[in-house]
T-cell receptor
Framework: DQQVKQNSPSLSVQEGRISILNCDYTNSMFDYFLWYKKYPAEGPTFLISISSIKDKNEDGRFTVFLNKSAKHLSLHIVPSQPGDSAVYFCAVNNAGNMLTFGGGTRLMVKP | EAQVTQNPRYLITVTGKKLTVTCSQNMNHEYMSWYRQDPGLGLRQIYYSMNVEVTDKGDVPEGYKVSRKEKRNFPLILESPSPNQTSLYFC???????????FGSGTQLSVL
């Protein structure tokens, strides 16, 4: 049973608009959450993270929101750019020993 | 340049022929890990190592071996590859367990 789920395999957004990528997790004990971005033929790269003591973290155009009661994490990209087209993975720190990843969401930003 | 280097990038082999995918990091990271990426399943952890001579199973360890004799290297060994091990493999490292990971560029493995 997957502990981390990204229910949308793909998302298409117009350039300049907001992209919202969602992630749900099952275990309320998870305490550190991350988003990774992956371009074709490259390894994933770290994008942004949030600790369970916060509900929001911003870094430029990227904001991560954490709703602990709903066990839900989201990544907002504003404004979206064509270069943001990639696969995005959410990940959770599982008991401090490893990161567990979601299935990924492919974001396509159309010019 | 700080990086995680894995080789080869592409590998085609046949069932049962032992192979090794190498992984090296130059950041003096304690933690290293192997993942496989399959469509719809995201990144699943195969094995990880919290330090030299310390390795442990991840979510999908069957059919794989690893070793950590030196801090910088963490090879992935498939003693007898099977077609269900056809996948995209990533090595990753971090300074400490649970911190953000730095990934290699990936190894696309096809087992015929």
């Amino acid at each position: 049973d997957q502990q981390v789920k990204q229910n949308s395999p793909s998302l298409s957004v117009q350039e300049g608009r907001i992209s919202i990528l969602n992630c749900d997790y099952t275990n309320s004990m998870f305490d550190y959450f991350l988003w990774y971005k992956k371009y074709p033929a490259e390894g994933p790269t770290f994008l942004i993270s949030i600790s369970s003591i916060k509900d929001k973290n911003e870094d430029g155009r990227f904001t991560v929101f954490l709703n602990k009661s709903a066990k839900h994490l989201s990544l907002h990209i504003v404004p979206s750019q064509p270069g943001d087209s990639a696969v995005y993975f959410c990940a959770v720190n599982n008991a401090g020993n490893m990161l567990t990843f979601g299935g990924g969401t492919r974001l396509m930003v159309k010019p | 340049e700080a990086q995680v280097t894995q080789n080869p990038r592409y590998l085609i082999t046949v069932t049962g022929k032992k192979l090794t995918v190498t992984c090296s990091q130059n950041m003096n990271h304690e933690y290293m890990s192997w993942y496989r990426q399959d469509p719809g399943l995201g990144l699943r952890q195969i094995y990880y190592s919290m330090n030299v001579e310390v390795t442990d199973k991840g979510d999908v360890p069957e059919g794989y071996k690893v070793s950590r004799k030196e801090k910088r290297n963490f090879p992935l060994i498939l003693e007898s590859p099977s077609p269900n091990q056809t996948s995209l493999y990533f090595c990753a490292s971090s300074f400490r367990t649970g911190e953000k990971l730095f990934f290699g560029s990936g190894t696309q493995l096809s087992v015929l």
